[in-house]
């Protein structure tokens, strides 16, 4: 995924707009991990870099540590009503 994140950095002349990230990691948010580096790294330059919030279920801790970072948008799912799924972080 760095080596993406990179081939995206050093392409401008792609236009890429927007990342849509779906892996996560068991840890906390680290403002210093790499993934969060590049990920400010291409908020910085323009590009909406998008995570889910993972399936941990909703509640203290599950939220995706890369979708904590203020600069990405974080993306849950609901449920058939239009509530937060059961297993939405």
């Known amino acids: 995924m760095l080596a993406g994140f990179d081939y995206i950095l050093s392409h ?4 890429v707009r927007v990342v849509n990230c779906s892996f996560s990691a068991n840890t906390t948010f680290d403002v ?3 993934v969060n580096v590049a ?3 291409l908020y910085e330059r323009g590009v909406n870099v998008v995570f889910s919030a993972g399936n941990s279920g909703p509640g203290m801790h599950t939220l995706n540590p890369y979708a904590a970072a ?3 948008i974080s993306v ?11 297993f939405s972080a």
Request: net charge neutral; no cysteine.
């Open 12 to 15: 401008p002349d792609l236009g």
């Open 39 to 41: 990920t400010r790294m």
């Open 32 to 34: 210093s991990d790499p």
């Open 70 to 72: 203020p600069w990405v």
């Open 76 to 86: 849950g799912t609901t449920d058939q009503r239009g509530r937060l799924a059961a």
